[in-house]
């Protein structure tokens, strides 16, 4: 059949079509580490259910929208070494396994903490106080076990995590009562010697809070003083609405990194429930009562607050960004919503909405919201 439209039509037509098929076709979203590859990695944690793919959407979305794994609970010492002389990584290995097979950046999470670490540690097989020189013995067969496991694989340890209080004393640990305080030096050389190639840090939350932090940023000196191996410091980055403030967070990452360290935010997340003061930070140890006025959205968040929240990450981003030469990585607490520990700390059962993505692994306003702060 003999076309009937002139040449000039046709032409106008077919822009037409094209223009319409464009527009009708939803755009994908980009991966969030591609977006941000020319600034710093993008990480996440991994749980069970996502690492033995219970839930079946989790392994294919962290491999698109993360470079950067961290395992949440499975390194901890109560999981890897939950009794004398027993090691467990079947889900370490597994998450580090995923991870490399995606071509990831494996963080350790942790050797040495205060919490979720088992009372037989620091005791003898009669349940008495460990002597000095035997907790360090302890400590040291851990690291070298648990760093040599992993050695090639993982690329960078929190060493120590959670060692100063909130007013910048040490705090009063086990590890500070029973070695004294030369047991954080002795944690990073073990580590070091256990791995001599991977990346050492020291991590905290609230440490961008000038009291803690001017209390770490001398513990920090003092080892590279001494020719301590320590490459970088980890922000934990519980964050809120409405604070921490930009200017604190700002200027805390060039104090930082003016000590020649790498800075990354290692657990983030922006808490939109209201926070009892006095559990500001993520003291695990900690709990509050629930009370519904303090669960406001359990059917979903209003979107004057999911507006809220994309300002905020936006500003974060900003600074985050701002600071890239010094930031190395920032890893999410969660893959998305319904994955974050904020549902249950510090009152349980509550509904949050802390992360990026939705619990359908939907990006919110606030994914919108960070991806822009990496083309400005
Ligand atoms: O897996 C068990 C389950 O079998 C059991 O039935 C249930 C009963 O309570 O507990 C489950 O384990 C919980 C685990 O999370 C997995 O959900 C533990 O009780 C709970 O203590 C554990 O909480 C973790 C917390 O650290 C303590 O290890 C959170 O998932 C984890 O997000 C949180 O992460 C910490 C960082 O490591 C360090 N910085 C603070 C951050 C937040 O507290």
């Known amino acids: 059949m003999k076309n009937s439209f002139s040449p000039v039509v046709r032409y106008f037509l077919s ?15 980009p991966g969030l580490k591609d977006v941000f590859s020319d600034a710093f990695l993008i990480g996440t944690c991994m749980n069970v259910t996502q690492i033995n793919g219970t839930d079946l959407k989790a392994k294919p979305f962290i491999a698109a929208n993360f470079n950067s794994v961290t395992a949440e609970n ?14 467990d990584f079947a889900v370490a290995d597994s998450i580090v396994k995923f991870a490399l097979a995606n071509k990831m950046f494996v963080v350790g999470h942790v050797l040495v903490w205060h919490s979720q ?3 037989w540690v620091f005791q003898d097989s009669l349940g008495n106080p460990l002597t000095r020189d035997a907790l360090i013995s302890r400590m040291k067969e851990h690291i070298f076990t648990v760093v040599g496991h992993f050695r090639g694989r993982v690329k960078g340890w929190d060493v120590l995590n959670e060692a100063v209080d909130e007013d910048g004393s040490l705090r009063k640990s086990k590890w500070l009562e029973i070695i004294g305080k030369d047991y954080i030096q002795l944690a990073f050389e073990f580590a070091n010697a256990a791995d001599p190639w991977a990346e050492l840090y020291y991590n905290d939350y609230n440490n961008e809070l000038p009291a803690k932090r001017e209390g770490i940023l001398p513990i920090i000196k003092d080892l590279k003083q001494k020719g301590v191996k320590i490459d970088g410091v980890g922000i934990q980055g519980h964050w809120h609405l409405d604070s921490p403030k930009l200017n604190v967070i700002d200027e805390s990452i060039s104090k930082y990194a003016s000590l020649g360290l790498k800075v990354m935010i290692t657990e983030m997340e922006v808490n939109v429930l209201p926070t009892p003061p006095e559990v500001y930070g993520a003291d695990v140890s900690q709990q509050a009562r629930y009370l519904e006025t303090l669960n406001p959205y359990p059917a979903g968040l209003p979107d004057s607050v999911s507006n809220q929240l994309a300002q905020r990450y936006a500003d974060l981003f900003g600074v985050l960004m701002k600071h890239k030469d010094a930031v190395t990585r920032v890893t999410f607490w969660g893959v998305h919503d319904g994955y974050s520990w904020k549902n249950d700390w ?26 822009k702060t990496a083309k400005n």
């Open 117 to 119: 670490t088992p009372d």
């Open 346 to 371: 510090p009152i349980k059962g509550r509904t949050n909405y802390p992360l990026l993505f939705d619990r359908n692994y939907k990006p919110k306003k606030a994914f919108y919201s960070v991806i």
């Open 15 to 29: 822009i037409l079509f094209l223009t319409f098929s464009l527009l009708s076709c939803k755009k994908k979203d």
């Open 74 to 87: 499975a390194m901890k010492w109560e999981r890897i070494h939950p009794v004398p002389g027993k090691y």
